[in-house]
């Protein structure tokens, strides 16, 4: 059992375990996560925590009689602030709903509190999810508990960062090009992106709808599959939410990986790779062929398109959502319009950040008259050869293990001035949610006193076995059970 200093677990499986035997109550439980977010403040994962709240969801989930208690009754989850949560701040990170209140709660948000969960507050973000490395947040950078000058990854910045901090167990965040796995990888924790459609999006602010999905943040796969659990399944609010059966993940985890093919693929394995991350595939891909899994080379030639195909679609599919917050419905509102054209043009400009801001300049430019086919269209065409590559790979492996970032996480400040550059940190993460695909990140290795993590991608609604192979790999490596200021 993962032990923090002061006795409670540090993992959802094994808090449930101890909250059902009575070594402490949840009342107990969240007030230590309470203190933790208090004494870590430093890191500004959390935008607000309601206390209050939090402790009374505690007290209730402890008088719940055993017979009515969700799985997740009394355990302490920590929230992204780009879900709508009733009568609490949701902000998406922005200026522009920095004091916006949701009058209702987004569906993985019902489904976690109708499990028993108690949900201590919103996490800090990239701006409206623009981000690689949690600095683009109107409310201040997070940085990373392993190493606090450098970053935790974006654009669920604060939520790596509460997880990895001990300041909760585990935490909720989404992933549009990357941002649930490149901070798992960055603080040292196992992330899951599920397939586009497995988990409703309803409720969930919206950056880029075809792209956007949620997932959750842990140490280890066992907390990963408690969670999709609860969170999964159709939602008829939710147009793009696919009804297709959801197993037990948590039941399955312990199946054999033994005769499991996983596919290699060299297109993800080139220049673009540090030597310490190549070195930690190749000894990731080593434990799973002791553990009886085969490797098999696969082809994804235009994996690597992905990056300026999602620089594309990703600014357009934002540049139409965006153009709801216009100072008029809901959100900033500048002072003293002069005008409506005055209204609009203030009101944006003052609400928005500069990443916003380029990202939907950059996607109204692509969707113009003339640039439409030369751009938006051609990106399409991107999408649509990445996902036949990754269907034709399935046909022959069950999984594909990659690198979840080209390096470990870089010093706060090193990329701002080169968006390039931080573009690019989602080369190998970006293509699993362009097919639609789901895929895992987990901690396989240190550089230095900053983890590093690899990733494992699957068929459409494959996440039991990538879950599955993470508990496997788990099993027989320690790299999930390190923590921060932990001597190596």
């Given at each position: 059992m993962n032990m923090p200093r002061n006795g409670f677990p540090d993992t959802l499986v094994t808090a449930a375990r101890a909250l059902a035997s009575g070594d402490f109550s949840s009342h107990e439980l969240v007030s230590d996560c309470l203190a933790r977010i208090e004494a870590g403040r430093h890191l500004n994962a959390f935008v607000s925590v309601d206390a209050e709240r939090a402790l009374a969801a505690a007290s209730a989930a402890d008088r719940r009689p055993a017979d009515e208690r969700g799985p997740l009754n009394g355990l302490p989850i920590a929230i992204k602030d780009i879900f709508c949560q009733t009568g609490v701040r949701t902000t998406a990170g922005s200026r522009m709903l920095e004091n916006w209140r949701a009058p209702y709660d987004a569906t993985v948000i019902e489904r976690l509190t109708a499990a028993g969960a108690v949900l201590l507050g919103k996490t800090n973000m990239d701006e409206f999810a623009m981000g690689s490395s949690g600095e683009n947040s109107y409310f201040g950078a997070t940085r990373n508990p392993w190493n606090d000058r450098h970053v935790p990854g974006g654009s669920s910045s604060g939520s790596a960062a509460a997880v990895a901090a001990g300041m909760v167990p585990a935490a909720l965040g989404t992933d549009t090009g990357g941002s649930i796995r490149q901070p798992a990888a960055f603080c040292g924790l196992t992330g899951l992106k599920p397939t586009y459609g497995r988990v409703s999006r309803w409720g969930m602010i919206a950056f880029a709808s075809s792209l956007d999905q949620a997932g959750p943040m842990a140490w280890d796969a066992d907390d990963l599959a408690l969670l999709l659990n609860v969170m999964a399944g159709v939602d008829r609010r939710d147009s793009t939410s696919v009804d297709e059966v959801v197993p037990d993940y948590t039941a399955g985890l312990t199946t054999s990986i033994r005769g499991l093919r996983i596919g290699l693929p060299d297109d993800l394995l080139g220049d673009d790779v540090g030597a310490e991350v190549r070195a930690t595939v190749e000894a990731t891909r080593r434990v799973f062929e002791g553990l009886g899994a085969t490797i098999v080379p696969v082809a994804l030639p235009t994996a690597l398109a992905g990056v300026p195909a999602y620089y594309v679609l990703a600014p357009a599919e934002a540049s139409a959502n965006l153009a709801r917050f216009d100072g008029v419905r809901f959100g900033h509102r500048c002072a003293d319009p002069k005008s409506l054209e005055d209204l609009y043009l203030r009101s944006r400009s003052e609400g928005f950040g500069a990443e916003v801001k380029r990202r939907i300049l950059t996607g109204t430019y692509a969707l113009s008259v003339g640039y439409y086919d030369a751009y938006y269209l051609q990106?399409?065409?991107?999408?649509?050869?990445?996902?036949?590559?990754?269907?034709?790979?399935?046909?022959?492996?069950?999984?594909?293990?990659?690198?979840?970032?080209?390096?470990?996480?870089?010093?706060?400040?090193?990329?701002?001035?080169?968006?390039?550059?931080?573009?690019?940190?989602?080369?190998?993460?970006?293509?699993?949610?362009?097919?639609?695909?789901?895929?895992?990140?987990?901690?396989?290795?240190?550089?230095?006193?900053?983890?590093?993590?690899?990733?494992?991608?699957?068929?459409?609604?494959?996440?039991?076995?990538?879950?599955?192979?993470?508990?496997?790999?788990q099993q027989e490596t320690d790299h999930h059970l390190r923590r921060p200021g932990a001597a190596a």
């Open positions: 990106a399409q065409k991107i999408r649509r050869l990445i996902r036949d590559e990754f269907l034709a790979a399935f046909t022959q492996v069950d999984a594909i293990l990659a690198p979840t970032t080209p390096s470990p996480a870089f010093a706060l400040g090193e990329k701002t001035d080169d968006p390039v550059s931080m573009y690019l940190q989602d080369v190998f993460t970006i293509p699993a949610n362009l097919a639609g695909i789901p895929g895992l990140s987990m901690p396989a290795g240190m550089s230095g006193d900053l983890p590093l993590g690899v990733q494992l991608l699957g068929p459409h609604f494959g996440e039991g076995t990538l879950l599955t192979l993470a508990h496997a790999f």
